[in-house]
């Protein structure tokens, strides 16, 4: 009996070591069947990836904006080039100014339109000014205004510092005394450009009290050949 209860007992002790041996694991597969709480720190968090760029749309609405952006870029070049047609403004220095008479003025700008002139496109004197030539402003900058004649008579050509130089073809009811209108092409041009304000001019030529288009390409090639910077 004593034999047999001791071969009884190994028996359980093997039985109990064989059980507790096959409950210890490989310590890297228990570390892949944990619980998310019990992630050690060591192990990275997934990684967020980029939002991938939107596809562009292609809706009728949005091909609207795009096209409505594009026209608002094609107004902006187009006011751009208007300006650029004269973009090369004169720019006497001291010295050529001290030579000619000063006169302090109030300049306002102008247009050919309806709210400068009261006359619209059709109306047969549209754009004519009182010498008789029209209205232009060229790429030097090289314009006609209107003046009260009796202090600059028709055919005087002045200096404006940031605007160039302007011919006296025109007159106005409004314009009296020391008062001129500088002439641009477009309504925005005005407002954008220049408004109204008080400004020393330079007499650069005294008219005769008359202008001809011979007379204005005349007095565009002798003024254009004044030195400037």
């Not at 009261?118 to 003046?147: L, N, Q």
């Amino acid at each position: 009996m004593g034999i047999g209860t001791m071969s009884l007992t190994k028996w359980f002790g093997i039985l109990l070591l064989t059980v507790l041996g096959g409950m210890h694991t490989d310590p890297d597969s228990a570390a892949s069947h944990r619980a998310p709480s019990q992630t050690p720190q060591a192990i990275a968090a997934p990684v967020r990836e980029a939002p991938k760029p939107a596809p562009a749309a292609s809706s009728a609405a949005s091909q609207a904006l795009a096209k409505a952006a594009g026209d608002d870029e094609l107004k902006v070049e187009s006011a751009r080039n208007v300006r650029a047609n004269y973009k090369l403004v004169p720019r006497l220095n001291k010295e050529e100014m001290e030579k000619y008479t000063p006169v302090e003025v109030v300049a306002t700008g102008y247009y050919a339109g309806k709210e400068s002139t009261g006359k619209g496109p059709g109306h047969p004197e549209y754009g004519i000014t009182y010498s008789g030539i029209k209205v232009k402003r060229d790429e030097y900058a090289f314009s006609t205004i209107a003046a009260d004649p009796k202090v600059f008579p028709i055919g005087t050509v002045i200096y404006v510092p940031g605007y160039g130089y302007g011919v006296v073809a025109d007159t106005g009811s409004a314009i009296k005394g020391k008062k001129i209108d500088l002439y641009f092409d477009t309504k925005d041009q005005v407002f954008r450009e220049w408004g109204k304000r008080t400004v020393t001019v330079f007499v650069v030529k005294k008219g005769e009290g008359k202008m001809t288009e011979v007379m204005w390409n005349e007095l565009q090639n002798e003024i254009l050949n004044t030195p400037a910077i």
